[in-house]
């Protein structure tokens, strides 16, 4: 099982577009372990606008999150919604959205039977990034994964797309995604929607 949150202001894409695959904690927001309830929210310097260079760009942006705070027993997965729905109106008063978010509520020493297991969704394993591809018409080799752990790395480097490691103390995101694009974009630029 892995669980999806869609941009409830999203209509079924149509035209074959590369995605930036995001991971949430560390790299949209600041970190502070297990973040799960809205005034927890502290942008990663420039996430917004990153988002928003990334919407203008023709990407999809789709979120892929380890949130093992659901099998730990530490909230639930309505919490984890409820602050998804949260980050996306912030982003939209900004000018961003993202178009999808995908995250993993297991984990297998979790306390919570239900979501205490080994699963194919959680990174590094590629449930997630497959899913997200079934249900989006992603051009893969022009897709790129940001992430802050090795876990991202591994799961971008599994599912054959680029990975790129971020770290807030050296980087400034939305510099970190302009470089991206302009490394990705084709003789043509990338495809709009």
């Not at 309505?78 to 000018?95: C, D, E, I, P, Y």
Request: hydrophobic content about 40%; charged content about 20%.
């Amino acid at each position: 099982m892995i669980a999806k949150q869609a941009d409830s202001n999203s209509t079924a894409p149509a035209m074959r577009r590369p995605a930036a695959f995001l991971d949430r904690d560390g790299v949209l927001n600041v970190d502070h372990g297990y973040v799960h309830r809205p005034e927890q929210l502290e942008w990663v310097a420039g996430a917004p606008e990153s988002v928003r260079l990334l919407n203008e760009a023709g990407y999809y942006v789709l979120v892929i999150t380890n949130q093992s705070g659901v099998a730990r027993g530490f909230f639930d997965e309505a919490a984890v919604k409820s602050f998804h729905a949260h980050m996306q109106n912030v982003l939209n008063g900004k000018g961003a959205h993202i178009d999808a978010f995908y995250y993993c509520p297991h984990h297998p020493e979790g306390t919570v039977k239900a979501f205490a297991m080994a699963c194919s969704c959680r990174k590094p394993r590629t449930g997630m990034l497959e899913w997200a591809a079934r249900e989006w018409p992603i051009d893969i080799p022009r897709s790129f994964f940001i992430g802050d752990k090795d876990a991202d790395m591994a799961a971008a480097a599994a599912f054959k797309v680029r990975g790129i490691k971020f770290d807030s103390r050296l980087h400034y995101l939305p510099d970190l995604v302009r470089q991206q694009l302009a490394t990705q974009k084709s003789p043509q630029g990338p495809s709009h929607p």
